[in-house]
């Protein structure tokens, strides 16, 4: 069945402090996709990534980058120089099109504070 | 951009009430979910609903739910009788197919409904 396990319930740094949200999944299916959402205190969901099972490319978008590792079924995502407006709530998704609905299965949410 | 929407914002009803929740979704968008979070909690799965019916229901969703798209822009969640542990962030969502290289699901900013 399809799972996806954010260890870390909450996460403090200082500012410009490096910060790693870890990611792991477990699917069936060869075929799938990886999305991380911030949620910020007011509530909204923003989509930061899609990651498709078949490239395993690591990308970077100005101070985020995504680790993302097929053998260990993870989808780590990096914060490089952490500000204040950082702090969030941040989830980790999976989405298997077997399921024939591209329902999203959520992790339970890191929440990162950064600390001036 | 184009944008879910939905509304109300914050809904206040009594245990017992029927309440609608009303979201506009993307205009070229075939693919309709709702999601439900509860305070402090992960991001929840409720139904999805492609071609007018639903296409998969999470055990969350009973009989008290009913979903509709009533014209070719709305798309409602009913909850029949409303009851204190329905309090909750509801997302719509939204996507143009369900798993392809450029899938991504887009979300409305949510309704917070509150059962008293």
């Known amino acids: 069945a399809q799972k996806v396990t954010q260890a870390q319930t909450e996460i403090s740094v200082v500012e410009k402090e490096d910060v790693t949200l870890d990611c792991v999944y477990e699917?069936?299916?060869?075929?799938?996709?990886l999305f991380w959402y911030k949620q910020p205190p007011s509530g909204e969901l923003v989509f930061l990534i899609r990651?498709?099972?078949?490239?395993?490319q690591n990308e970077i978008s100005g101070r985020y980058s995504w680790n993302f590792q097929k053998s260990t079924s993870s989808f780590n995502f990096t914060i490089t120089a952490s500000q204040v407006v950082d702090s969030a709530v941040y989830f980790c998704?999976?989405?298997?099109?077997?399921?024939?609905?591209?329902?999203?299965?959520f992790g339970q949410g890191t929440t990162l504070q950064v600390k001036p | 951009e184009p944008e879910v929407t939905q509304t109300p914002s914050h809904q206040v009803t009594q245990m017992g009430q029927e309440v609608i929740l009303r979201c506009v979704p993307i205009?070229?968008?075939?693919?309709f979910y709702w999601y439900r979070q509860i305070l402090g909690q992960k991001v929840e799965f409720l139904v999805s609903?492609?071609?007018?019916?639903?296409?998969?229901k999470s055990e969350i969703f009973d009989d008290q739910f009913s979903v509709e798209r009533p014209d070719g822009s709305n798309f409602t969640l009913k909850i029949r009788s409303t009851k204190l542990e329905d309090s909750a962030m509801y997302f719509c969502?939204?996507?143009?197919?369900?798993?392809?290289?450029?899938?991504?699901?887009?979300f409305g900013p949510g309704t917070r409904l509150t059962v008293t």
């Open positions: 969502a939204s996507s143009r197919d369900r798993g392809s290289s450029n899938y991504e699901q887009y």
């Open positions: 699917t069936r299916d060869t075929t799938y996709y």
């Open positions: 990651r498709n099972s078949f490239d395993e």
């Open positions: 998704a999976l989405s298997e099109p077997s399921s024939n609905t591209g329902k999203l299965i």
């Open positions: 205009s070229n968008h075939l693919y």
């Open positions: 609903f492609y071609n007018n019916e639903i296409s998969e």
